[in-house]
């Protein structure tokens, strides 16, 4: 828990994220030396932001020596004042600003995206290499490797520890929300393995979007993807039954929905409306997620809003994925026929030639319009393209019932 904070502040210290991340880990190993020995401290967290900082000074110690530049010591080695852990309104800010600086500098477009993914769980989530590479089913290696890379690229590029700067902070802040939401997608619909939901990463990827919004109040797209997660996270509950099998939309027990997090979701986007979001993709599709989740029942949901809703998220950002949900929006709202004009032209899309989703959507619009073996065939076709053990099952099912 407090890792990261205790990384943030050492970062902006120092200006190097690794060696940050190291001094941190020594204070770890301090504290399993000394507290079994003394006793656990009155506040722990403010034993380990201490000695934290203390490992810091003797850092730069260590720097302006090697460097013998000791006219400097007063300016380098002695950092302003910080208060006390348990001065909560100063010390919440000092962090909160830090985590921010880290935020940024962890999801910075210098990175690939699967290394931003990977530094952010480690420095900001606190996972363990092990625990990321078994979140994504990728070789611990590969994830550590990532990493290692990542720290050096941005030691390299001499990547600034700051928020950028107004008129630079639109294209950075957008790297982060990537970020953010590619690790909720993992959790929320994990894209291989036997899991249909990884609670953890979901609620990881929530804890940084609040301190997104309530860093950056005045942000829209801020606001608008915590309202999206909000919103989503809000049916985990109903989204997999006891055997761990997949529950789909029109089959949840909407009892099970979590109202109060559907509150916080439908309040992070009326402030992100009202800050001028409207067109923002976070946003609108907040709105998309928000005419489910405040639908009592499935016949009840509000299709030709959720249309034209997307149509408009295609006409500002367009995508093939976007149009894909589009065609099942169309289909709810006008009926398979139409939807099945749209649906054709992205079978020329490259982009889904090998996208399972696309080929679910052919199946239910075939078993829609009368033609069953066809929708077999689809769906035949989208489980062997799927590699998640749960949305297999439920394609493979879906074609037996077919026949």
């Known amino acids: 828990m407090e890792s990261p904070g205790l990384i ?23 504290a399993l030396q000394r507290w079994p020995a003394d006793g656990l401290p009155d506040n722990p967290a403010a034993w380990l932001a201490t000695t934290a900082r203390n490992r810091g000074i003797d ?25 006390a852990p348990d001065d909560s309104d100063a010390l919440e800010d000092d962090i909160g600003d830090d985590l921010l600086r880290l935020m940024f500098v962890a999801c910075h477009p210098v990175l690939a995206a699967d290394a ?18 078994r979140a994504f089913l990728v070789p611990t290696a590969t994830v ?17 520890f700051e928020i950028p700067r107004h008129d630079a902070l639109g294209a950075r802040l957008e ?11 993992e959790g929320y619909a994990a894209s291989k393995g036997d899991d249909w939901l990884r609670p953890a990463l979901c609620e990881e990827a929530l804890r940084l979007g609040r301190i997104l919004a309530h860093r950056l109040p005045e942000q829209p797209a801020a606001h608008g993807l915590l309202a999206l997660m909000e919103l989503q996270a809000s049916r985990s509950a109903a989204r997999v039954a006891a055997d761990g099998s997949a529950v789909l939309l029109p089959d949840q027990d909407r009892q099970r929905w979590d109202r ?5 979701g439908r309040a992070a986007l009326r402030r ?3 800050l001028g979001g409207d067109d923002d ?5 907040a709105a998309i997620a928000e005419c489910h989740a405040t639908a009592r029942r499935h016949e009840d949901t509000d299709w030709p809003r959720i249309a034209e809703l997307y149509s408009v998220l295609a006409h500002h950002h367009p995508s093939p994925v976007v149009e894909l949900n589009r065609v099942v929006a169309v289909a709810q709202a006008d009926g398979a026929a139409p939807a099945w004009v749209l649906l054709q032209p992205l079978f020329d899309d490259a982009r889904l030639r090998d996208y399972a989703p696309l080929w679910a959507v052919r199946g239910d619009l075939l078993q829609k319009l009368g033609r069953p073996a066809e929708a077999g065939d689809a769906f035949i076709r989208a489980a062997g393209l799927s590699a998640n053990t749960r949305e297999r099952a439920v394609l493979q099912a879906r074609a037996a019932a077919l026949g």
């Not at 109060?260 to 916080?264: K, L």
């Open 272 to 274: 992100a409306l009202a």
């Open 8 to 30: 943030a502040r050492l970062a902006r210290q120092l200006g190097d994220i690794g060696r940050a991340e190291e001094l941190v880990q020594d204070s770890w190993v301090a």
């Open 281 to 285: 993709r976070y946003v609108l599709q």
């Open 116 to 133: 931003r993914v990977a530094l952010t769980l480690r420095l900001l989530g606190g996972l363990s290499t092990d625990e990321i590479a």
């Open 260 to 264: 109060t997090q559907i509150a916080r």
């Open 59 to 83: 850092e730069l110690r260590h720097r302006a020596q090697a460097r013998e530049k000791l006219e400097l010591w007063s300016h380098e080695v002695e950092p302003p004042p910080m208060a």
């Open 144 to 160: 550590a490797q990532r990493i290692v890379r990542a720290k050096r690229t941005l030691a390299d590029r001499q990547v600034p």
């Open 175 to 185: 790297s982060v929300l990537e970020v953010v939401y590619l690790v909720f997608n």
